[in-house]
């Protein structure tokens, strides 16, 4: 094992874990729990899956409809949090962003890389959260401009390595990603 007292390889390897989320659908950081916080005031979380992970740009992104009850939370408070438990590697990431929500033209190019079996996600009608006289009374056409890129743009992050003495540092966009151990 490399030094465990080396912040910058913690933070490298929670890097890897992300940037194979994106790769790789069977990988733990593939669906982080996404966390914002309702126009009433209450914490929301849901299941969400990574699509891109940028280091250089301190970013990750993550594809929605645009009528989703989560585009209102953060319509009001555009911040997330999001959770990755990576149990093989007893690695926790959670990291705090603030969020852009992009639509239109801007993310041409997210949509030409979605299936077109993975589309139907972005257009179900009625509105997702909308109740319905029976369980399957919806239709999941696919609508482009319902679809919206949640670009989350990394304040911080915390992460927490289960190891024989456990180890945890926080890393921050304003000491440009420096990090210091704290008590876990
Ligand atoms: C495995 C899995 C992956 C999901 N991926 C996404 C996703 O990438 N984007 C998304 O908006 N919802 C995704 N969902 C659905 C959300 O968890 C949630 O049910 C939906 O977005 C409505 O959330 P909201 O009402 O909080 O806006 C996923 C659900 C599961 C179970």
């Known amino acids: 094992m490399s030094d465990p007292n080396d912040l910058g390889a913690f933070l490298d390897e929670a890097w890897q874990h992300l ?3 994106v790769a790789d659908a069977k990988s733990p950081a593939r669906l982080p729990t996404f966390a914002t916080v309702s126009p009433g005031g209450r914490p929301e979380v849901r299941t969400v899956a990574l699509r891109h992970a940028a280091r250089a740009q301190s ?22 949090g999001l959770h990755i438990w990576l149990a093989d590697a007893d690695v926790q990431i959670r990291i705090s962003a603030d969020v852009e929500v992009l639509t239109g033209a801007e993310i041409d190019d997210q949509w030409a890389r979605v ?12 509105v997702p959260g909308t109740p319905i006289p029976s369980v399957y009374a919806y239709e999941k056409p696919s609508e482009r401009s319902r679809f919206a890129v949640l670009r989350c743009h990394m304040v911080e992050m915390d992460l927490v ?8 540092a926080i890393y921050t966009a304003a000491t440009d990603w420096q990090g210091t151990w704290v008590a876990p």
């Open 19 to 21: 940037e194979r989320g």
């Open 59 to 80: 970013v990750l992104e993550v594809h929605t409809d645009i009528e989703t009850p989560k585009i209102a939370a953060l319509r009001v408070l555009p911040r997330a």
């Open 161 to 168: 390595h289960l190891g024989t003495q456990h180890r945890r």
């Open 115 to 126: 299936p077109p079996a993975s589309r139907v996600s972005y257009g179900t009608m009625p």
